[in-house]
């Protein structure tokens, strides 16, 4: 229904920047925005970032609050993670997902990429 495909990452080194790409394809009209996750080796899966297709509000975590922003391009059906002040504890496998359920308390991501790598040299 929804096809996500996520691209921009690589090897950079700590303090280096990177811009994530996610576009879109599909029933795109069925979400009601895009979110950003990550997942570290060993660990799970963690929220990062999140945008509406409509209105102003975004949402990111602590850990990255100040280095990381989240951004759109509608006409595209893209959605952005510009990470900046990298350090080796962001190194994951980034992935964006399609939110479902626009409910602070209970969202929902129904479709996910595949995922796309993040190493950060120290």
């Known amino acids: 229904q929804v096809q996500l495909v996520e691209s921009g990452g690589g090897l950079v080194q700590a303090g280096g920047s990177l811009r994530l790409s996610c576009a879109a394809s599909?029933?795109?009209?069925?979400?009601?925005?895009m979110g950003w996750f990550r997942q570290a080796p060993g660990k799970e899966r963690e929220f990062v970032a999140a945008?509406?297709?409509?209105?102003?509000?975004?949402y990111i975590t602590d850990s990255v609050k100040g280095r990381f922003t989240i951004s759109r391009d509608n006409a595209r059906n893209t959605v952005y993670l510009q990470m900046n002040s990298l350090k080796p504890e962001d190194t994951a496998v980034y992935y964006c997902a399609a939110l479902t359920r626009d409910d602070l308390r209970y969202p929902k991501y129904d479709y996910w990429g595949q995922g796309t790598q993040v190493t950060v040299a120290s």
């Open positions: 599909g029933r795109t009209f069925s979400t009601y925005g």
């Open positions: 945008i509406r297709w409509s209105g102003g509000s975004t």
